[in-house]
């Protein structure tokens, strides 16, 4: 066997340290190149980029957020169901509100109508900015059904159980009725079925009826609906165009998660808006009792009570000293195109004031500043614009017009 001479040696490991050399060279040039690489990507050259904007609030940061939920009639400009819903709040209760199709509001620029036919109105928040107008409560969100789409839902959970109070009947254009649902305690209601009983209106019986009826089936379906949020995701899919909402998939998904965990949890609270007879303009309809849905209000709902300023227009409550019904659709025109919420609060104690009051809730340079402006955009005196003694809660502002109120004035431009 031959051995290597010295020098064979000597040069095998002069070509290992120039391969070393080389290859140790080609990594501190990748490391060089990376680290370029780095510092360019880090420390970009140019315009500094846009900032990014800011999410706007959700129900997700809301102490309290509230959702409208209707369910509009079949083939008519109606609804036959409307419940004002909350989670959370400072004793983490849920609200259930019923409000009557038939009460009276005031659809801003569209005039008074039924609350049920907002839904007409071509503002898509006409209906929640009407409620939230008369009741002083935050309406943050809505989600709207048409009654294909309240069905479908019924049968997503698996159909309701409940006592039918009253036999149900579909009313022919020519006066015969065909039966559709007879009376009867624990019924398995399936969608159709669930829809017609909720939705029912027998002749002669007050809207208070067809409230507690649409109360019950939806008191059943919150019920019944899955605590899983993916799965709840999958259930509102599925409704498709039938079902309309303010809030994306997934926050409407966690929303109406919590609300079922609190009813499942009996941690839920039931009311009717409540309503007095709306006079003899309004034979068959009614006005939201203001005194008592803002108790309501205040003892329900108060994280979410409206706060004047940029995004929440001022309530002005309208009562009429004079007695003639003119100075009140005058002075609501007068307001509502100052960019004003009016408040119909009907006759005050007494007619035949001779002199207007505004009455601000304390004497407070923001206070003294609506109520100047207010007596601006109603045409009297700055002298009319008094500070509550006790504060005020029933609205932002309370007018009480008197003779000096001039409805045969035309607003001069200035």
Known sequence: MSQDSPASAQSAQETSRRRLVWLSSIVLALVALLLLAWFLLSHPTGAAPAPKPTPSPTASVLTQPTLLF??????????????????GGPKDLANDVTIPSNVIVDAGTAGEMPFG???????????????????????????????????????AVGGVTTDVDVEV????????????????????????????????????????????????????????????????????TSLGSSSHSTL?????????VRLHDAVVADKAVYR??????????????????????????????????????PNSKVRVLVQNGVGSPSPMQYARTLLVDGGYSYVNGGAAAEFGQKKSRILVPNSST????????????????????????????????????GEDFAVDVTPTSE
Do not use: C
């Open 169 to 236: 009947v579909d009313i022919k254009p020519d006066g015969t009725t065909v039966p559709v649902l007879p009376a009867g305690k624990g019924q398995i209601l399936q969608g159709p079925k669930a829809l017609a009983y909720a939705s029912y209106l027998a002749p002669g019986e007050p809207e208070s009826a067809r409230m507690a009826r649409f109360d019950r089936v939806f008191r059943l379906v919150l019920a019944q609906l899955p605590s899983d949020q993916t799965k709840m995701e999958e259930i509102i």
């Open 366 to 401: 923001t206070a003294m500043g609506w109520g100047a402006d207010i007596a601006k955009t109603l045409l009297l005196p700055k002298g009319d614009v008094q500070a509550a003694t006790h504060g005020q809660t029933v609205a932002d502002v309370i007018v009480v017009l």
């Open 248 to 256: 994306p998939t997934p926050a409407l998904a966690t929303y109406l």
């Open 70 to 87: 209707q369910v509009e009639e079949l083939n008519k400009p109606f609804t036959i169901g409307n419940a004002l819903t909350s989670v």
């Open 272 to 309: 009717n808006l409540p309503v007095v007879p709306a006079g003899l303009a309004y034979p068959e309809q009614s006005r939201v009792n203001i005194l008592a849905s803002t108790a309501m209000a205040r003892k329900l709902f108060p994280d979410a009570l409206r706060v004047p300023g």
């Open 117 to 155: 036919k907002t839904v007409v109105v071509p503002d898509g928040n006409a209906s929640a900015n009407a409620l939230s107008d008369v009741t002083g409560i935050r309406v943050d969100s809505t989600l709207m059904m048409d009654p294909l789409g309240f069905s479908a839902l019924v049968d």
